[in-house]
């Protein structure tokens, strides 16, 4: 059911126009891999280095299951943070649609308070699957079971070598649990847009508006 959910979203949406229907299967397979191996975030850096995909079109890739607004579309959620700049801290500070006003962000660990002018360049984010999209996964055990007994070592999920991370130009994190798999807020923004000139999710609209106020 997750595959049929996968091939909906890419029909219906442009990612059909930009992007070869082979890329589902490829996703379908990520997908599966990180289950197993109880990843919390997927990485779309390693997406893109395991399939040979360019990273702009793994993240444009990613982007285009991931709208929060219209369930039916969405597959992925995009979680935003900012990493507290208390030495003695380092906590992430994760961001909800509650606190997109241009106020005060204050860490639960240290109690330092930023304002999002200050945080905006700061701000990264992580491709979450939806809590409700992995038990569809439980529908797909013959095709997961599959998918694993015939997956080479040269397929595992692995983070990229670090010559690898230093050919990037974007930017991402090299420390911490999961921190090579965040994406900066802006790099996502700027990729949010279809061949067509519209936006492939609305799941960044709040921010991409606040992010014009405070030009």
Do not use: W
Request: charged fraction near 25%.
């Amino acid at each position: 059911m997750l595959r049929k959910k996968l091939e909906s979203i890419y029909r219906k949406t442009n990612c059909h126009v930009e992007y070869p229907e082979s890329y589902i299967d490829l996703l379908y397979r990520f997908i599966i891999i990180n289950q197993e191996q109880k990843n919390k975030f997927l990485n779309p850096y390693e997406f893109s280095y395991i399939n040979n995909i360019s990273i702009r079109d793994s993240l444009t890739f990613f982007l285009y299951f991931t709208n929060d607004l219209e369930k039916e579309n969405s597959i992925l959620n995009i979680e935003l943070f900012f990493e507290c700049s208390n030495t003695t801290c380092s906590n992430r500070i994760f961001l909800n649609d509650c606190e997109l006003d241009p106020g005060l962000y204050e860490c639960n660990i240290c109690s330092k308070e930023y304002i999002y002018e200050d945080i905006k360049p700061f701000i990264k984010a992580y491709f979450k699957l939806n809590e409700n999209e992995s038990t569809l996964l439980s529908n797909d055990s013959n095709s997961t079971i599959n998918i694993l007994e015939g997956m080479s070592d040269s397929l595992k999920v692995k983070s990229p070598s670090s010559e690898f991370e230093s050919s990037l130009n974007l930017q991402t994190a090299n420390e911490g649990d999961n921190l090579e798999s965040a994406i900066s807020l802006e790099t996502l923004t700027e990729l949010n847009t279809t061949s067509e000139g519209t936006s492939i999710t609305n799941a960044l609209s709040p921010y991409e508006k606040l992010k014009q106020r405070l030009i």
